[in-house]
């Protein structure tokens, strides 16, 4: 089933065609790839699903019902989260307690009255928020501040921050940009647990071709704002369009 479809997506910023009469499907379970050369509209497209960014035509659907024209919070409501974007960490509080505020938020709005007042809710956001650490492998650090953390461990905590607000889609920006090799394949190992165990639909964003090769099953090429290629990784891998437009940059597939 689809669970995300964009169709003849626009948006220009003054003269340039950021993104150009792109369309996509993103089937549910699956973790589809969107990759393409240096300022071929990736963030951007992201941006317009997200509301972030408002775009000059076309549709965006998540479980048939329209994204467009929906503030991001209505839009991280509907089950639509973005890491690495939007999720807050505050330094001096500790990781359950992100992960916590994370969860009710997502559940109240306006978290705050609701934890004094709900016991019993506060409870259940309790166990969402530890259920998303131990996710990360982070529960054995619940009760540290965050300030305290690894850059590696941070960025975990982004991830558990987004997973305690329970997402249909996950929408993930260069989830591995400024890793070490090793927090890079952790990362990769989280995804896929997360993938596997939890049957969450991804959307990644990625340069790092290890990364797009060991995690998608579906692959979206963009080049200058508009869709090149769209198949399996084997299927993109050996498109002439796509070697093209990458040997045109210096980028390496
Ligand atoms: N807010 C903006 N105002 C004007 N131009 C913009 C804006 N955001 C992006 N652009 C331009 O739109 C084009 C697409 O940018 P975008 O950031 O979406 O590319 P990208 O594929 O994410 O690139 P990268 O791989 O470098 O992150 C680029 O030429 C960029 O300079
Ligand atoms: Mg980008």
């Known amino acids: 089933m689809a669970l995300l479809e964009v169709n003849s997506l626009n948006k220009s910023f003054g003269g340039l065609q950021a993104v150009n009469n792109a369309s996509l499907t993103v089937e549910e379970g699956r973790t589809h790839a969107i990759i393409g050369p240096n300022g071929a509209g990736k963030s951007t497209f992201l941006n317009l699903v997200i509301g972030n960014l408002e775009a000059d035509s076309g549709t965006v659907t998540f479980l048939g019902s329209s994204l467009l024209g929906l503030r991001p919070h209505e839009v991280n409501q509907k089950g639509v989260v973005r890491v690495f974007q939007s999720p807050q960490i505050y330094p001096e509080m500790t990781l359950l307690e992100n992960t916590t505020i994370s969860a009710l938020a997502k559940r109240d709005g306006t978290f705050v009255m609701n934890f004094f007042q709900h016991p019993r809710r506060r409870k259940e956001c309790v166990a969402t928020a530890e259920q998303a650490l131990d996710s990360v492998n982070l ?55 997360l993938s596997k165990d939890e049957d969450m639909t991804q959307v990644i964003i990625e340069h790092d071709m290890h990364v797009v090769f060991s995690l998608a099953e579906h692959l979206t090429v963009l080049h200058q704002g508009t869709v090149i290629s769209d198949g399996t990784p084997e299927q993109v891998k050996n498109d002439p369009k796509v070697i093209e437009a990458y040997l045109g940059g210096v980028e390496e597939l």
């Open 139 to 193: 529960l054995h650090l619940a009760e540290e501040e965050a300030i305290n953390l690894s850059y590696g461990d941070k960025r975990r905590l982004e991830l558990a921050i987004c997973l305690s607000q329970k997402p249909k889609l996950l929408l993930l920006d260069e989830p591995t940009a400024g890793m070490s090799q090793q927090e890079t394949q952790s990362t990769i190992d989280l995804l896929k647990k």
